[in-house]
Antibody
């Protein structure tokens, strides 16, 4: 069955970086795209960007441009999302989410990773 | 960015009731809309895509309709397991955006 298993919760200080992983299984990794979506109590669900798991190309939401990097490792079917220069407003649950096309719906979500930014 | 406004923000209904949730876009998005259900402590799950196509495995009491700027999700015969928060999402253009959510509770 399809699984997207994310890395565990993280705590960071303001200004630091965090890297969240998302390991895919149960399907052909390179035939899908992965979005990263975060959820905060104040902002709800927020799309951060997309990575093409085949070629590795990315597109980021303007809000995160310059602070986020998405990469993938086809040998381990794993996608990574790194967010830099963290601030308290980045405290959120971060989800990786599978999509069959670059701009489409999400048909499967990871379990989420809580990132807490606090001094 | 395309803004999606959901209404109502919350509702309380009885088992067996028909529940309707609305999602309005601030510009036309054709049929590029999906609906998700999120239960407390869980990830969202896809219910409907392309405005009215039911995802495999989703009970037939869920249905979606609409096009352009106004969309609805209907639950025909509310069940206890339907409590949670429902979100719409547009995929007409980047950045993908979500509605603010509608929390459904059982009376």
């Amino acid at each position: 069955q399809v699984q997207l298993v994310q890395s565990g919760a993280e705590v960071r200080k303001p200004g630091a970086s965090v890297k969240v992983s998302c390991k895919a299984s149960g399907y052909s990794f390179t035939r899908y795209y992965i979005y990263w979506v975060r959820q905060t109590p104040g902002q709800g669900l927020e799309w951060m960007g997309i990575i093409n798991c085949s070629g590795g190309s990315t597109s980021y939401a303007q809000k995160f441009q310059g602070r986020v990097t998405m990469t993938r490792d086809t040998s381990t079917s794993t996608v990574y999302m790194e967010l830099n220069r963290l601030r308290s407003e980045d405290t959120a649950v971060y989800y990786c989410a599978r999509s069959p096309w670059p701009i489409y719906y999400v048909d499967f979500w990871g379990q989420g990773t809580l990132v807490t930014v606090s001094s | 960015a395309i803004q999606l406004t959901q209404s109502p923000p919350s509702l309380s209904a009885s088992i067996g009731d028909t529940v309707t949730i609305t999602c309005r876009a601030n510009q036309g998005i054709s049929l590029a809309l999906a609906w998700y259900q999120q239960k407390p402590g869980q990830s969202p799950e896809l219910l409907v895509y392309d405005a009215s196509s039911l995802q495999s495995g989703v009970p037939s009491r869920f249905s979606g309709s609409g096009s352009g700027t106004e969309f609805t999700l209907t639950i025909s015969g509310l069940q206890p397991e339907d409590c949670g928060t429902y979100y719409c999402q547009q995929f007409n253009s980047y950045p993908l955006t979500f509605g603010g959510g509608t929390k459904v509770e059982i009376k």
